[in-house]
């Protein structure tokens, strides 16, 4: 079956623009996660969704928003871009029922932002 | 405080040897424990997920160990290749939490030379 689908690849923004990533989880999955990857912090929690209701938030300020649509496809936001913003975005899904079930990770956007 | 310390950042070894990458946390309550494999600009992917009752598991050249007692993980590397080059991330969850609250570890990063 088709993996995790991250859309676009690769992006370049100026500062104070804004950006919507979007994920496609495997079919059937319903929970849905985002992290920032970065060389100096390695990968940090951003928020998840499961069945379009965010359950889970990270510590990041308001600028960073995400949704989940009814088929289980995530998008995240991030307004008033900051050079600080550079870095790989992963999403995750999974079936999310149990504590032990597999996540399966995008390949990531890499977000650069000058 | 949850942390996830890997040991050690990097590692150079030679094409045909065997490696251990050492992972130590203090997440808790324990739910299980999970090491992936990241290329360079790629998402992760999952090598071994383990419970509190697993103490071994293996997937092909892989084996993970684990001592709920100690909170030690290990990824042993047998006959490596050159396709091991990678980044190896240990990530712990809690007990009571979601897959959004997943901890994770800085990696470490394996080169493989020929």
């Known amino acids: 079956k088709a993996g995790v689908t991250q859309t676009p690849r690769y992006l370049i923004k100026t500062r104070g623009q804004q950006v919507t990533l979007s994920c496609s989880p495997i079919?059937?999955?319903?929970?849905v996660s985002w992290y920032q990857q970065t060389p100096g912090q390695g990968l940090q929690f951003l928020f998840e969704?499961?069945?379009?209701?965010?359950?889970n938030k990270g510590n990041f300020p308001g600028r960073f928003s995400g949704r989940q649509f009814s088929n289980s496809r995530s998008e995240m936001n991030v307004s008033t871009l900051e050079l600080g913003d550079s870095a790989l975005y992963l999403c995750?899904?999974?079936?999310?029922?149990?504590?032990?079930?597999?996540?399966?990770f995008g390949q990531g956007t890499r977000l650069t932002v000058v | 405080k949850n942390q996830v310390e890997q040991s050690p950042q990097s590692l150079i070894i030679l094409e045909g040897k065997n490696c251990t990458l050492q992972?130590?946390?203090?997440?808790?309550?324990?739910?299980?424990l999970r090491w992936y494999k990241q290329d360079t600009g790629r998402g992760p992917v999952s090598l071994t997920i383990?419970?509190?009752?697993?103490n071994t598991k293996s997937n092909g050249r892989y084996t993970a160990t684990l001592d709920a007692d100690t909170k030690q993980s290990s990824l042993h590397i047998t006959a490596s290749q050159l396709s091991d080059s990678a980044s190896y991330i240990c990530?712990?969850?809690?007990?009571?939490?979601?897959?959004?609250?997943?901890?994770f570890g800085r990696g470490t990063q394996l080169t493989v030379w020929p």
């Open positions: 990530v712990v969850s809690a007990r009571g939490s979601t897959l959004g609250r997943l901890y």
């Open positions: 969704y499961f069945s379009e209701t965010q359950r």
């Open positions: 995750a899904s999974s079936s999310g029922q149990t504590m032990n079930t597999e996540a399966f």
């Open positions: 383990m419970t509190f009752s697993e």
């Open positions: 992972c130590n946390y203090t997440v808790s309550p324990f739910s299980n």
């Open positions: 079919s059937g999955h319903r929970s």
